[in-house]
């Protein structure tokens, strides 16, 4: 079975400064991908990242980018120059292989962006 | 905007009921999955079908079924509604199914059961 862990807490990011949000996993399978998704008030979960695990350089898309560290099972969320918008709920979610394609969860990061 | 639409937004109903989630997967996914958001669960994956087929099933309750239609839509049934059931749910699709594949999520539909 596939394990997401994020246990900070609610944080507070001032504006334009950067953010690191930690995700560890466990799982048993050799190939499995790792996601970021963003979950805003209003509900919706938006795609952020993914990161392959043999994939060998990390993950950047625009703002957010992933710091993958496989030996120690960690997948954290890089999020630079904070901006109002990012105001959300952050998860971190794994997906296996062999046919196991259901997306794990963790619990998810608060992020409140403050001017 | 995700390309995935989920209807309907919001649904209240009483206990004991029977309702319909419908989700259609953005242009040209195969695949279809739903999860289920409450406080005290989390997101818990339900059900996965594929091209028409069931491919898996996780913490999906007896009194829920699914299908996925020919033209890809699919539809969530939940019946004999508990309190417990109130929850938010997700339909969300990918282009094939594979590990690899990024499941693009829907608004949702927030169901509120009293």
């Known amino acids: 079975a596939q394990k997401i862990t994020q246990t900070q807490p609610g944080m507070f990011v001032q504006e334009k400064e950067a953010v690191t949000l930690d995700c560890t996993y466990d799982t048993s399978d050799q190939s499995y991908g790792l996601f970021w998704y963003k979950q805003p008030s209003s509900g919706e979960m938006i795609f952020l990242i993914y990161?392959?695990?043999?994939?060998?350089q990390n993950a950047t898309e625009g703002r957010y980018s992933l710091n993958f560290q496989k030996a120690r099972k960690s997948a954290n969320l890089v999020i630079s120059a904070s901006q109002l918008g990012d105001s959300a709920m952050y998860f971190c979610?794994?997906?296996?292989?062999?046919?196991?394609?259901?997306?794990?969860f963790g619990k998810g990061n608060q992020v409140v962006v403050i001017p | 905007d995700s390309g995935v639409t989920q209807t309907p937004k919001h649904l209240i109903t009483a206990t004991g009921q029977r309702v319909t989630l419908r989700c259609s997967p953005r242009s040209g996914d195969l695949s279809v999955y739903w999860y289920q958001q409450s406080l005290d669960q989390g997101l818990q994956f339900l059900i996965q079908?594929?091209?028409?087929?069931?491919?898996a099933k996780g913490n999906i309750l007896e009194r829920f079924s699914a299908q996925q239609f020919p033209d890809l839509h699919s539809e969530l049934n939940l019946s004999s509604l508990e309190l417990g059931d109130s929850a938010l749910y997700f339909c969300?699709?990918?282009?094939?199914?594979?590990?690899?594949?990024?499941?693009?999520f829907g608004p949702g539909t927030r169901l509120t059961v009293l």
């Open positions: 990161q392959g695990s043999y994939d060998e």
């Open positions: 079908y594929y091209n028409g087929e069931e491919r």
């Open positions: 979610a794994m997906r296996g292989t062999y046919g196991n394609n259901r997306l794990a």
């Open positions: 969300a699709s990918s282009a094939i199914a594979g590990s690899t594949d990024t499941q693009y």
